[in-house]
């Protein structure tokens, strides 16, 4: 006798997994001052300079990404 089959939950417009950020995800970063700017005022860091760590990707009218990031120190 056939086993019923469970659904899949399908999580539509979700995010999938958490992935090591490269030089793609890096010059997201680096290319939106808007972003940068405002991470700055929030941390009370202006011209704060961000590395992309990881990141996820969703695609829900169009690509969205959420990306963690560290704040790079001077080390001069």
Do not use: H, W
């Amino acid at each position: 006798m056939a086993q019923p089959r469970v659904p899949v939950p399908f999580n539509a417009g979700g995010f999938g997994g958490e992935q090591r950020s490269d030089g793609i995800i890096q010059g997201l970063i680096d290319n939106n001052q808007q972003i940068t700017n405002a991470v700055g005022i929030a941390r009370n860091s202006p011209g704060i300079q961000l590395t992309s760590l990881t990141y996820r990707s969703q695609n829900a009218e169009g690509t969205n990404f959420v990306v963690k990031v560290r704040k790079c120190e001077n080390t001069r």
